[in-house]
């Protein structure tokens, strides 16, 4: 066995159960352990192999670990839906392309690269009238950019994440988050894509990037974000081609 340095990620985490913003150590060398264990009892693998194993085992615990903090955000989502190794890197490239292409069609959106998939981020703002569920021709038409890029690339999963600031009951807020997820990702199907493609959750208030103490972050708060990731026919293509 190895000897590993211990390292850990610093992570900006909001804790739903208790309503709490919290930093969490999580520990980098913890996870690997377990996959580093499994290596040391298969000598006859590759170097492909023995890194797809790291990179899927690293990349569930840390989704799962995120995931279950934040209540499954897009970051922890992604992050726990790695595949690692050459066909990881495989389905990166095509992500990365994808997200460069995003940038450039829909400037009024935020794009972020997360491990083998793809957060895109609009303000509410953008999309809604405060306190509505219903698009504004401004949003139809920043969605139909992103709409001829997603299409672009047909072997991917998009789930669309409601949220929303702490400004009125937490049930009206749920209602609202849910609402907005469902009118986008039906906007989206009606201009093409796949439904199949599609899922939505509603989070609400739950899950603030910023306190929701003054105008400026709760106007921050109220978002819509995509979660794109490979789907079962990219990650199959991806293996195939890694051999």
Known sequence: MPNLQLVTEEVFLF???????????????AILIGALLV????SSMNKTQKGAVVGTTAGGAMGAVIGKSTGNTAMGAIIGATVGGTAGA???NK???????IKTAVPDA??????????????????????????????????????????????????VQGHTDNVGSESFNQTLSEQRA???????????????RL?????????????????????????????????????????????
């Open 182 to 196: 469902l009118t986008v990702s039906r906007y989206l199907a009606d201009k093409g894509i796949n439904h199949n």
């Open 199 to 243: 899922s939505i959750i509603g989070f609400g208030e739950m899950l603030p990037k910023y306190l929701n103490d003054t105008d400026e972050n709760r106007e921050k708060n109220r978002r819509v974000e995509f979660m794109i990731t490979a789907n079962e026919k990219m990650k199959a293509d991806a293996e195939k081609q890694a051999g």
């Open 95 to 101: 992500m990365d392309k994808q997200a460069e292409e």
């Open 15 to 29: 804790n739903h159960k208790t309503k709490k913003m919290k930093f969490f150590k999580i520990s980098i060398a």
């Open 110 to 159: 935020e794009v972020l690269r997360v491990g083998e998939g793809i957060m895109v981020e609009f303000s509410s703002n953008v999309l809604f009238a405060f306190g509505k569920s219903s698009l504004s021709n401004e949003a139809q038409r920043n969605l139909d950019k992103l709409v001829k890029v997603l299409n672009t690339y047909p072997d991917t999963d998009i789930e």
């Open 90 to 92: 495989i389905i990166g």
């Open 39 to 42: 290596l040391g009892s298969c």
